[in-house]
């Protein structure tokens, strides 16, 4: 599911993608025929992606960052959030789409493709009855006609969207038509041939509206409107002469933007301050607001009516009789006017206005609708082969991946098995040399018992026979009682051999009671000193295992008899049911286990290693030069 949700909304920004390529070539059609499309059909009956909503408020957000950055990207963004909503039939967001696109072409003072988004969103609005909606459409065309200076449509659109949201109660909205009807009064005079009488009226009713904004944004408790409304009120006061009563309001203004580091509002501020200095013929204050706002706006990069701060400064030189600095300022005003300005003629406008009321191109609107129709199969049948294609290159090479993957882990798995095998022969054939080895001894050991022990015993016999029927000198009596003290000497030599060949004790008492005998036995009447300690309880365990520690036993202490050159030797016997345990300790010269070479004692350490690993057991030796040594071996008894 999630793989299709992924392709469903690829596809989408694809289609996007293609259709914003059309809008930016040529910004009206689509528009106009995407609304038109929707408005012929019943839009309750749409159905709706929620999901994608995500993703349409998305490309609203980047249309808007974009624009405030001047970027053209925010065409692509605002037409892909457009063609989006309308492919998961989220209706509500296409307006908000054209919107931005509406404010994009105002910013480049492309007014007729402005009035173009705003009036296709307008009728989507219309048909879908959002009355806030609708009225916002009618504020933003009533701006766009107040900046091409046409007063009655704009004072008309401006109307309309005041009453709405007076039947709405929308106080804010209301303050904000407000303002707009006072900006727009306040500017009649560029729109219109107005005499002096009228100019003034004009402005008296600009305050009126500027005074009712204000009141509301007081009572609401609105900062930024009311800073909007106190230099629209200043304004008003510098072209009505009152050039005192417009710096207060000004100031305050200004204060409000110093406040909260609005270093644009600072700089469009600033300038409405100068024109009133200039008013006031405070010329050398004028000069300081507008050399301040023009280091703000070079410093921040606000490039948008820095023009116009350099025709205010001509003329403040021009009032100071500096002509050559105002002729200077007035060649940069000239220059960046020229380069930004467009001077697009009324008829177009008024075009778009007699489509949106008459309808007259309906039969060129279906034709286009087919065409966009077949243009847009034709892309999704391409998209769809591409992503196919695409989808099945990607299965192949993951079914070749997976494929490898698998010889892979066969192939370690049979390496694992047959180190695991070549192991446990290892193991067998350890364990079948060493159980050659423990039958040799205890076939040595009986043969030398048995055999060689009676053959001993029946000559003493003789002998011990023959003393007392001979008849012996004194001289050669000594001599016969030496030779019976060897032959005793010869007996007891080899029944020791024997007994360490195959320790009768172990076979019959167990690891404890042999390793004690053993201790014992090897045990030196001076240095070192040899103890042998127990833990835990008196068990029995495998012979083979038995054997095992008892001749690793035996290799450790004789070693350190042999090599540690201690006083004192310590042998250690842990057994539980689960455990058994040996640890040899002594505190002789040490030795370091990582540099033995290839020698008997280096040899002796390996075979005890693998007596321990033929019954899966664990050897450690600790140890260092002159600090003793420390030998541990463990089983587990599963």
Not at 58 to 76: H, T
Request: aromatic content about 10%.
């Amino acid at each position: 599911m999630k793989d299709l949700f992924v392709a469903r909304h690829f596809i989408l920004l694809l289609a996007g993608f293609f259709a914003i390529t059309q809008i930016v070539a040529q910004p009206s059609d689509p528009i106009n025929i995407l609304v038109e499309n929707l408005l012929k059909k019943d839009l309750r009956s749409i159905s709706i992606s929620p999901q994608d909503s995500i993703l349409v408020n998305e490309s609203l957000k980047n249309s808007s960052r974009c624009i405030e950055l001047r970027n053209d990207s925010a065409v692509f963004y605002a037409g892909q959030a457009a063609i989006m909503a309308e492919k998961s039939g989220l209706i509500a967001k296409i307006s908000p789409a054209m919107e931005e696109l509406g404010k994009y072409y105002m910013t480049k003072e492309n007014f007729s493709e402005a009035i173009n988004c705003y009036i296709q969103a307008l009728k989507l609005e219309e048909k879908l009855g959002n009355q806030l909606r609708i009225a916002d459409f009618f504020d933003l065309l009533g701006v766009v006609y107040y900046y091409q200076e046409i007063f009655s449509k704009a004072l008309e659109y401006n109307e309309k969207a005041l009453c709405i949201y007076q039947n709405l109660k929308d106080t804010l909205k209301i303050a904000k038509a407000l303002s707009h009807l006072g900006s727009l009064h306040l500017s009649r005079e560029y729109c219109e041939k107005r005499t002096p009488d009228q100019i003034k009226s004009d402005q008296k009713t600009a305050m009126n509206f500027y005074r009712q904004a204000l009141h509301i944004y007081e009572i609401n408790h609105f900062e930024a409107g009311e800073v909007h409304i106190w230099l629209n009120i200043g304004n008003v006061y510098r072209r009505m002469g009152d050039a005192e009563k417009a710096v207060d309001y000004i100031q305050k203004a200004l204060t409000y933007y110093r406040e909260t580091s609005n270093q644009n509002g600072i700089a469009e501020t600033l300038r409405t301050l100068a024109l009133a200095y200039n008013r006031m013929e405070k010329y050398d204050l004028a000069l300081k607001c507008l050399t301040e706002a023009i280091d703000i706006a070079l410093l921040e990069k606000y490039t948008d009516g820095i023009q116009y701060l350099y025709e205010s400064i001509a003329q403040t030189y021009d009032n100071l009789k500096d002509y050559k600095n105002a002729r200077d300022y007035y060649v940069k005003y000239m220059i960046i006017r020229d380069s930004v300005y467009n001077n697009e003629k009324s008829n177009q406008i008024f075009e778009l206005e007699t489509k949106y009321q008459a309808e007259k191109k309906q039969k060129e609107i279906e034709r286009l609708t087919l065409v966009k129709r077949q243009r847009t199969l034709a892309i999704y049948i391409l998209i769809a082969t591409f992503l196919m294609v695409s989808l099945l290159g990607w299965n192949y090479f993951r079914n070749i991946r997976n494929k490898k993957i698998i010889a892979d882990q066969k192939l370690e798995i049979k390496e694992k098995q047959l180190l695991e095998l070549e192991k446990e022969r290892q193991l067998t054939a350890a364990k079948s040399v060493l159980q050659g080895e423990e039958a040799e001894r205890s076939r040595l050991a009986g043969d030398l018992h048995d055999g060689l022990g009676g053959l001993l015993a029946g000559v003493k016999l003789k002998l011990s026979s023959m003393k007392e029927n001979a008849i012996i000198t004194s001289e050669n009596l000594a001599h016969f009682n030496h030779a019976l003290d060897l032959l005793d000497t010869s007996i007891t030599e080899m029944r020791r051999v024997a007994h360490n060949l195959m320790p009768e004790t172990l076979m019959h008492y167990g690891l404890r009671t042999a390793l004690g005998d053993f201790i014992k036995q090897v045990a030196p009447e001076g240095e070192p000193q040899l103890r042998f300690s127990t833990f835990g309880s008196d068990l029995r365990f495998g012979k083979e295992l038995e054997i095992t520690v008892y001749r690793i036993s035996q290799e450790l202490v004789t070693n350190a008899l042999k090599h540690a050159h201690a006083n004192q030797i310590d042998l250690q016997l842990f057994t539980e049911n689960e455990r058994i345990c040996v640890q040899v300790n002594d505190n002789g010269i040490g030795f370091n286990p990582n540099k033995l070479d290839d020698s008997k004692a280096g040899k002796g350490l390996k075979n005890i290693h693998d007596r321990a690993t033929a019954f899966n057991g664990r050897f450690e030796i600790l140890s260092e030069p002159a600090k003793g040594t420390e030998s541990t071996l463990e089983f587990l008894i599963s």
